[in-house]
């Protein structure tokens, strides 16, 4: 048997910062699903998966702008789905995006894992992964690891930025985007299950052009479960929340 060099804790003997207590928001209504305080805590990691063609992409950026416009916070965009023709494209029809820093993957294929390691490791508060399968695959590809190694490398790096461990101690908040199975369910390992704070969907309510859109979530450490907020991506470049429920016509 293993001789484990066992590490047992009090939390009256732990001392953090205020600041990890205190949410950062987006100062719309979405705060109030994102926390019972009312928006997204530093230091903590939320995924998020959805139906295709939903609006995931679109409605984080409009988070993380959210973030960084309303309440002054330093965010980045991590896209491994998008270039930057698609995304000036996208730009075009939603303005907020435009002034975004964001790491195109795309850029970095011969070096994938260096270059989350060394973005990471400026700092910021908040910041979007789209999506978790495509920076988990490139590294993968690079290193010639099992899914296993590759997935724990990553909630590692989360967790490590997490406690503030990079050049500008910051206690980095992530969302990350995850694929689905083919039954709608999360794809990946439990222990990414276990890692996180949060778990969001987006999802369709109905089928059709017409079928609303909305986002739930089905974890949440720091808030409640299950409150649905719908949104509607306006073609002003506007996403706009309610809570109104749609009616059953059944």
Sequence with gaps: ????NLKLVKMEDIKFNDDLFIPIKTKTIVDTILSTEGGIFPGTNTVVIGDPGVGKSTVLLDWISDF??????KVLFVSGE???????????????????????????SDCPKEAI??????????????SWAEVTSMVQDQMGWARKKVESWLLDLLDKNNKGENQANKNTAFIC?????????????????????AMAQLRFDGRGYD??????????RRGGVGEK?????????KVDYSF??????S
């Design 177 to 197: 985007i995850q694929q689905m199975t083919k039954a709608g369910e999360f794809a990946g390992s439990n222990r990414i299950k276990h890692m996180t704070t």
């Design 82 to 108: 998008m270039n930057e023709i698609d995304m000036y494209g996208y730009a075009k029809r939603f303005p907020k995006f435009k002034k975004l820093p964001i790491m195109f993957m795309g850029d970095y």
């Design 229 to 237: 907020i719908y949104f509607s991506l306006s073609r002003g470049g």
């Design 211 to 220: 079928a609303e859109r909305y986002i739930e979530f089905s974890k949440n």
């Design 244 to 249: 109104e429920t749609v009616e059953d016509d």
């Design 68 to 73: 960084h416009y309303r309440s002054d916070k």
């Design 117 to 130: 390691e060394q973005v990471f490791d400026q700092g910021y508060d908040v910041v979007l992964v789209d």
């Design 1 to 4: 048997m293993k001789n484990v």
